[in-house]
């Protein structure tokens, strides 16, 4: 079972700002924060720390294509929450992906999802948990 994941970020205050306000969407909060990071929790899941990327190491561009993290999915509720979280998302600016083929950019009818970028263009996908009959 996944603890946590910890991602460096290039500006602390602008992806805390971020990540904060969308987690906040599907029951995350904050239950730690540093000078140089935080930490969003749920009650259900494992938790998230961001971390203020070393100057020694900024110049180092992340590409969601190279070698390391492509993007982190979190499985929601129902359909009703991914968009919500699209409507969050539009308000706010914040980059839809796929947006031409929303909420089936996956294929097919029953993977219901909702595909961003975060600040430093991590990809984040909101899946919907299956219909159950």
Not at 106 to 117: P, R, V
């Amino acid at each position: 079972m996944l603890h946590h994941v910890e991602i460096y970020v290039s500006n602390l205050d602008v992806s805390r700002a971020f990540w904060t306000s969308l987690l906040a969407q599907v029951g995350y909060e904050e239950s730690d924060r540093w000078n140089d990071g935080f930490t969003l929790a749920s009650k259900h899941d494992a938790y998230l720390t961001f971390v203020q990327v070393a100057e020694r190491h900024a110049h180092r561009a992340y590409h969601r294509g190279g070698v390391g993290l492509n993007h982190l999915a979190f499985r929601v509720e129902d359909r009703e929450t991914v968009d919500r979280l699209r409507d969050f998302c539009r308000e706010n600016n914040v980059p839809c992906l796929y947006d031409d083929r929303y909420p089936f950019a996956n294929g097919g009818s029953d993977y219901y999802a909702l595909f961003i970028e975060d600040p430093d263009r991590i990809k984040v996908e909101f899946v919907a948990a299956p219909k159950t009959d």
